[in-house]
C-alpha cells in the first residue's frame, strides 16, 4: 500500500509529429473518409455505384434530419418537406438548364425557405404539438402536390436531367458518383464545423439541460429555429442530388411514412455518433432494396433486424464498434491481468 | 336541411369506427407514453383474423360478436407478446427508441400478415340482421353503420367505467400519473402496463373486426387510420376517453361536413382542426390544465 | 474518443466494400454460352398493397416460359423468368432495372405505376436494354396518332388508357343510349382525372355529349367513403336513365361497393361502369359483386380460340382461378421476346428491339402486331358485364363479352 501522490497538473499534449497528425486527422475526417469511400467505390459495377450513390444522398438526409433529431433531440415527422422542396424546385426548373451547383444550392435555400416558414408558424410549441406540427407540414405538403396540377400528383416531373459539371455528363453513375461525393462531403464538413463551434455546442447544451442552458443565456428559441433551417437547407441540397440522380420528381418521396424512414435512419445508425445518420441510412437502404429482394413477407425480417439492433444496441449501430472496442479490452484485462 | 343531417349522421358513422380504433392508442400512449406506431397493424391483424374465422359466411348477431371478440382476443396475446418481449425492456429508453421500436413491430406485423393471410382480399359480409339500410327522417343509413356507433358507445362507456370506477382503473391512473409512487404505493406497474397494452390492442384487434364489413381486408388497411390516431390524441387530449371519442366525432364530422359543402377542401379538413387546435390549446381541447409535453 | 471515431468511419467503409464483396457483380458481362437460358426480369410489385396484382402478373409470364420450354424453348435455349420488387416507387425501380442489366438480363417487362414506367423508359435506352409494358397506361412512353414512338426501346404489349376509356364510351353509349346523364366517384389522382375526362370527351365527340350529375373526387389512400355515397345514394333515383362511372381501382373499388352495399342504390343507375382491373375485385367480393361493365384488355371468355383455352387451362393449373388482364399482358410480353429473339437469331439487345418493330406472332386473340413506328401492341378491348355469384368457381358470373378489335381502337381521333 502506498501513499497516494497528488497528480500532476494538466500539460498541453507534447506537439510532436505524431500526435499532431493524429489531431490534424481527426479535424479532417469527413474528407478522409469521403476520399477513401470515393475511390473505392470507383472501381464498383455502374449499378452499385448507383446504389452507393442513392446510399449517400440518404445518408446527407439523415444528417440533416438528425440536427433536429440528434443535436435538438426533438422528433420530427415532416422532415420529407424540405427533402421534397429542393427536388421538386430542381424538377420544375429542369428546362433552364443551368448548373447543377447551382440548382443544388439554391434548392438548399428554397429549403431553408420552407424551414423558416415552418418555424414562423410553430413559434410557441414544443413537445408533441410541435411533432404533431411537423406531420402536418408535411402532409399537407403532400397533399398540394396533388391538388396544385402543375405538380402532376402522382406522376411526377419525369425527365429531369443533370446537366454537364466542367464538362463531365453527369448522367453516367460514375461521373454522378464523384459528383455527389463533392457535394455531400462539403456539407458534412460544413455541419462537422457548426457542431464542433461555439453554437453548436450551445445546441447540445439546450438539449441536455434546457432550464440550466436558458439560465445560462442560452437563447433556446432561436436556436431551435436556426437548427432546422440549416437542417431544411441541407435536406433541400439533398433533395437536388436526388432527383438530379433519379431524373424523376415523385410524390412518394413527400409522404409521413418516408419522413419516419428518415428519422429511423438517424436512430438505427445512431443520433450520437456524428457519422451515425450515414450508417443507418446505408443499411436502411440496402435492407429495403438489396437484402430479401423478392420475398414478399420481407418486412418480417427488416423489422426483425430493427428490432434486434433497437434491443441490443439502443445507440445505434454505430455503437458497435465502441462496444466492440470495449468488449475487447475487457476480454484483454480478464486474460493479461492488467487493467 | 336534408344535406346538413345526413352529412351529420355520416360524420358520426366515421367518427365512431375511428374512436373504437383509436381508443387503444390513446390508452397506451396515455398510460405508457407509448406512441404505439404499430397499432395500425394490429388494427389489420385483428380484421385478417376476423376474415379468415368467419371464411366468407354471413353469420348470425351472437356469432358475429362472438368472433370479433374472439379476433380481439388473438390480438391482445399478440400484444402481451409485444409488450413482454420489447416494450417492457424499454420504458426508460426515452421517446425516441420506443418509437423505433414500435415502427420495427408494425414492419414485422405487416410482413407476418402476408406470410400467414397471403396476398389476397378478404371480404367479411355484415351479419344478418344488419344488411340493409333504415331512414332517419328522409336520410338512409346502413344499419350496420349503427351498430358499430352503438358498439362504440358502449366500448367508450365501459372504457370510462374501467378508468374511472374501478379500482384497477385507479391503479391504472396511477401509473400513468407518476410511475414510481404508484410502485412505491404497492401497484404492481409492470402488470399494469402489459393489461394496459393488452387491452389497447384487443382494441385494436376489436375495430378490426367490426370494420371489416365496411372496408377491404387487404394490404394497407394498416395505414387507413394511421395519421387519424395522431390527430384524435392531439385534439382529445392525453388520457381522456371522452376526449378521443369527441376528437374522433369531431374528425369524422369535419370530413363529412367539407365532402358536402367544400369537396376540394375534404383532405385538408383534418389537418386544418389540428393547427387550429395545436395553436389554440396545444394540450387538447378536452383536457384541464397545461400542455404535458412527455418530454 | 479518436480511436472509435476512426473505427466508426472504417465500419462505414467496410461495409461499403462488403457490399460490393456480397453482390459482386459484372459490369454488363457478354450473352451467355448457347446452353445458357435466357432471363426476361419482371418489374413489378412483390409487397405492398399490389402484391397481389404482381403475382397475377408474374405468373403469365412464368405460363408463358412453360409452354415455350415445353415447345423447345428459343434458340434451342431455355426461358428464366427473375422478378425484382419495385412496390416502393420509381427509386427503387430504376435501382432494380440497374442490378438486372448488370447481370446480364436485358429483357424487361413490367411495371404497374406510371411513375415507375417513367422512369424506367429513359433508362433502358441508356443502358442498352429492351423494355415491353402491359400495364402502365400513360400515353408517352409509346408514339401516339402515328407518331415515332419516342423510346426507342420501350414497346408496349397493351392498350393505352385512352384506346380503353374511348372504346368503352363507344360501346356504353351505343348499348345504353337513353343513358344521357353520369355520376362519377374516381381515385384523385392524374389517372383518375384524366380517364374521367376522357370518358366525357368521348360522347361528345361521338355526338351523344353526357350531363355530368354529381361527381366525386376521393384521396388514394383513404377508404372511408360514407359521406360520398350517401350524396350519390340520395342524387339518384330509380328509372332515370342515369349512369354510373366508378374510377378508383382495387381496394378503394372494394370498398366502396361494400359500404355502398346496404344502401341499395345502385340499381337505380342503368348502367354502372369501370375502367381497369375491376375482375378482381369482383372475385374477391365472394359472390357479392352487383351487375357491373367493366372494360380493359382481357377476360378469359373473350377468346374462343385453341391458344386462349391452352393459356386459361395452364393458368388456372398453376394459380388455381382463371387468368385476368394483368396475367394476359405479361404473357404476350414474353412471346413477343420469344418470337423477337427467335426472328433476330440473336439475343444481343439492340437486334431483339429491332426485331420487336413490326413483328407479328400468334397469341390467345389471334395475331398479335407491335407497329414498327409507334411501338403499340395490337391490343383488343374487352368489355364484360359481371354479377357475382356464389356459386361460381370463380365467384363471378362473365354473362357478356365484348371484343372491341385494335383496329376499331385506332381509328378513334384522340
Redesign the interface.
Given at each position: 500500500m502506498s501513499v497516494q501522490t497528488p497528480a500532476a497538473p494538466p500539460t498541453a499534449p507534447p506537439a510532436d509529429l505524431a500526435s499532431r497528425a493524429?489531431r490534424a486527422?481527426?479535424r479532417f475526417?469527413v474528407p478522409?473518409?469521403m476520399v477513401?469511400?470515393g475511390l473505392?467505390?470507383a472501381f464498383?459495377?455502374?449499378?452499385?455505384q448507383?446504389?452507393?450513390t442513392?446510399m449517400l444522398i440518404y445518408g446527407l438526409l439523415a444528417m440533416s434530419a438528425n440536427m433536429i433529431?440528434g443535436w435538438l433531440g426533438t422528433?420530427t415527422f415532416g422532415h420529407a418537406a424540405f427533402f421534397g422542396a429542393g427536388i421538386y424546385f430542381v424538377a420544375l426548373m429542369k428546362d433552364f438548364h443551368l448548373n447543377p451547383l447551382l440548382l443544388v444550392v439554391l434548392a438548399g435555400v428554397v429549403g431553408a425557405l420552407f424551414a423558416a416558414f415552418f418555424c414562423v408558424v410553430t413559434l410557441?410549441?414544443?413537445?408533441?404539438?410541435f411533432v404533431?406540427?411537423t406531420?402536418?407540414f408535411g402532409?399537407?405538403l403532400y397533399?398540394l402536390l396533388?391538388?396544385i396540377k402543375k405538380l402532376?400528383?402522382?406522376?411526377?416531373i419525369?425527365?429531369v436531367l443533370p446537366g454537364k459539371l466542367l464538362g463531365f455528363n453527369l448522367?453516367m453513375?460514375k461521373y454522378f458518383w464523384w459528383y455527389a461525393v463533392l457535394v455531400v462531403g462539403v456539407c458534412l464538413f460544413v455541419m462537422r464545423l457548426i457542431h464542433r463551434s461555439t453554437f453548436g455546442h450551445s445546441v447540445l447544451a439546450s438539449r441536455d439541460d434546457p432550464i440550466r442552458a436558458a439560465a445560462l443565456g442560452v437563447p433556446t428559441l432561436s436556436i431551435r429555429t436556426r437548427v432546422v433551417i440549416l437542417a431544411g437547407f441541407f435536406a433541400g441540397v439533398a433533395g437536388a442530388l436526388f432527383v438530379q440522380q433519379?431524373?424523376?420528381a415523385?410524390?412518394?418521396?413527400l409522404y409521413?411514412?418516408n419522413s419516419?424512414n428518415i428519422?429511423?435512419m438517424c436512430?438505427?445508425g445512431g443520433?450520437g455518433?456524428?457519422?451515425?445518420p450515414?450508417?443507418g441510412a446505408?443499411?436502411f437502404v440496402?435492407l429495403?432494396?438489396?437484402l430479401f429482394?423478392?420475398?414478399?413477407?420481407?418486412?418480417?425480417?427488416?423489422?426483425?433486424i430493427?428490432?434486434v439492433i433497437?434491443?441490443a444496441l439502443?445507440g445505434g449501430l454505430?455503437g458497435?464498434?465502441?462496444k466492440?472496442?470495449d468488449l475487447f479490452r475487457r476480454l484483454r484485462s480478464l486474460r493479461g491481468g492488467r487493467p | 336541411m336534408n344535406q346538413l343531417l345526413s352529412a351529420v349522421i355520416n360524420g358520426v358513422a366515421t367518427g365512431v369506427p375511428l374512436f373504437l380504433v383509436a381508443s387503444g392508442f390513446t390508452l397506451i400512449y396515455g398510460v405508457m407514453g407509448v406512441l404505439n406506431f404499430a397499432h395500425g397493424a394490429f388494427f389489420m391483424f385483428g380484421a385478417y383474423c376476423f376474415a379468415v374465422m368467419l371464411g366468407g359466411q354471413a353469420l348470425s348477431l351472437p356469432m358475429f360478436l362472438l368472433y370479433a371478440l374472439g379476433a380481439a382476443a388473438v390480438i391482445a396475446v399478440l400484444g402481451v407478446l409485444s409488450e413482454r418481449l420489447v416494450f417492457a425492456r424499454l420504458y426508460n429508453s426515452g421517446h425516441m427508441i420506443n418509437l423505433l421500436a414500435a415502427y420495427a413491430l408494425m414492419l414485422m406485423l405487416i410482413g407476418l400478415s402476408i406470410l400467414v393471410f397471403g396476398t389476397t382480399t378478404y371480404h367479411v359480409p355484415r351479419p344478418s340482421p344488419f344488411k340493409g339500410a333504415v331512414h332517419i327522417g328522409t336520410v338512409p343509413v346502413p344499419s350496420y353503420n349503427l351498430f358499430v356507433i352503438a358498439a362504440g358507445l358502449i366500448v367508450a362507456a365501459g372504457l370510462w367505467f374501467l378508468l374511472n370506477k374501478s379500482s384497477l382503473g385507479m391503479k391504472i391512473r396511477a401509473v400513468a400519473h407518476d410511475r414510481t409512487t404508484a410502485r412505491a404505493l404497492g401497484v404492481r406497474a409492470p402488470l399494469v402496463g402489459m393489461g394496459v397494452f393488452a387491452l389497447g390492442c384487443a382494441l385494436a384487434g376489436l375495430a378490426g373486426a367490426l370494420d371489416s364489413p365496411m372496408i377491404s381486408v387487404a394490404q394497407g388497411m394498416d395505414a387507413t387510420f394511421a395519421i387519424q390516431f395522431f390527430v384524435v390524441v392531439i385534439i382529445g387530449g392525453l388520457g381522456s376517453t371522452w376526449g378521443a371519442l369527441a376528437a374522433s366525432l369531431l374528425v369524422g364530422l369535419m370530413e363529412s361536413l367539407l365532402v358536402y359543402y367544400a369537396p376540394a377542401w375534404s383532405q385538408y379538413g383534418m389537418y386544418i382542426l389540428v393547427v387550429i387546435v395545436l395553436l389554440m390549446r396545444p394540450q387538447g381541447l378536452f383536457v384541464r390544465g397545461p400542455a404535458i409535453t412527455h418530454s | 474518443m479518436l480511436t472509435k471515431k476512426w473505427a466508426g468511419a472504417a465500419v462505414a467503409v467496410a461495409m461499403v466494400l462488403g457490399l460490393a464483396a456480397c453482390s459482386g457483380q459484372d459490369d454488363n458481362p457478354s450473352g451467355g454460352d448457347s446452353g445458357d437460358p435466357i432471363t426476361v426480369g419482371v418489374l413489378g410489385p412483390i409487397s405492398g398493397a399490389f402484391a397481389d396484382a404482381g403475382l397475377n402478373y408474374r405468373q403469365g409470364a412464368q405460363i408463358a416460359a412453360d409452354q415455350i420450354n415445353a415447345a423447345g424453348g428459343v434458340l434451342g435455349r431455355q426461358i428464366k423468368i427473375e422478378a425484382k420488387d419495385t412496390a416502393a416507387g420509381p427509386q427503387e425501380a430504376s435501382q432494380a432495372v440497374r442490378d438486372f442489366v448488370s447481370s446480364g438480363t436485358n429483357f424487361l417487362i413490367g411495371e404497374l405505376s406510371s411513375a415507375n414506367c417513367l422512369a424506367d423508359a429513359p433508362l433502358v435506352d441508356q443502358l442498352d436494354a429492351v423494355f415491353i409494358t402491359g400495364i402502365c397506361s400513360v400515353e408517352e412512353l409509346t408514339g401516339q396518332n402515328g407518331q415515332a414512338a419516342p423510346y426507342t426501346r420501350t414497346f408496349r404489349a397493351g392498350a393505352t388508357s385512352s384506346a380503353n376509356i374511348v372504346a368503352m364510351a363507344d360501346a356504353i353509349g351505343r348499348r345504353f343510349p337513353q343513358v344521357t346523364t353520369y355520376d362519377s366517384f374516381a381515385f384523385d389522382y392524374v389517372t383518375g382525372h384524366l380517364q374521367w375526362d376522357q370518358y366525357v370527351q368521348a360522347y361528345a365527340d361521338n355526338g351523344k355529349p353526357i350531363t355530368v350529375g354529381k361527381d366525386l373526387w376521393v384521396p388514394m389512400d383513404q377508404q372511408n367513403y360514407g359521406s360520398q355515397i350517401s350524396v350519390l345514394a340520395t342524387a339518384s333515383t330509380e328509372g332515370e336513365h342515369k349512369g354510373l362511372y366508378i374510377g378508383t381501382y382495387g381496394a378503394g373499388t372494394a370498398s366502396f361497393l361494400q359500404q355502398a352495399e346496404p344502401y341499395d342504390f345502385l340499381k337505380n343507375y342503368e348502367v354502372v361502369v369501370t375502367p381497369g382491373g375491376y375482375y378482381p375485385v369482383a372475385r374477391d367480393l365472394n359472390g357479392s359483386a352487383p351487375l357491373v361493365w367493366n372494360g380493359y384488355e382481357y377476360n378469359w371468355a373473350a377468346y374462343d380460340t385453341p391458344e386462349n383455352d391452352a393459356f386459361v387451362a395452364d393458368f388456372e393449373q398453376l394459380a388455381g382461378k382463371k387468368p385476368i388482364t394483368w396475367s394476359y399482358v405479361s404473357y404476350v410480353a414474353v412471346l413477343a421476346y420469344a418470337a423477337a429473339i427467335e426472328k433476330a437469331g440473336s439475343d444481343a439487345p439492340e437486334a431483339v428491339a429491332a426485331a420487336l418493330e413490326g413483328i407479328t406472332f400468334s397469341s390467345p386473340q389471334g395475331e398479335y402486331l407491335i407497329d414498327a413506328v409507334t411501338h403499340n401492341g395490337s391490343a383488343n378491348i374487352v368489355l364484360m358485364e359481371t354479377e357475382g355469384d356464389a356459386s361460381d368457381p370463380e365467384k363471378v358470373k362473365m354473362l357478356e363479352t365484348i371484343v372491341i378489335p385494335y383496329t376499331d381502337t385506332v381509328t378513334f381521333n384522340y
Open positions: 493524429t486527422l481527426g475526417d478522409v473518409v477513401v469511400v473505392a467505390v464498383f459495377p455502374t449499378n452499385l448507383f446504389l452507393a442513392t433529431v422528433m410557441r410549441l414544443s413537445g408533441i404539438a404533431m406540427m406531420m402536418v402532409q399537407v397533399l396533388f391538388t402532376h400528383g402522382d406522376d411526377g419525369p425527365g448522367l453513375p433519379q431524373g424523376i415523385s410524390s412518394d418521396t409521413w411514412l419516419g428519422v429511423l436512430l438505427v443520433r455518433h456524428f457519422f451515425g450515414v450508417v446505408v443499411v440496402w429495403n432494396t438489396q429482394q423478392g420475398i414478399n413477407y420481407a418486412n418480417l425480417f427488416i423489422g426483425g430493427f428490432l433497437v434491443l439502443p454505430s458497435l464498434p465502441g466492440a472496442v | - | -
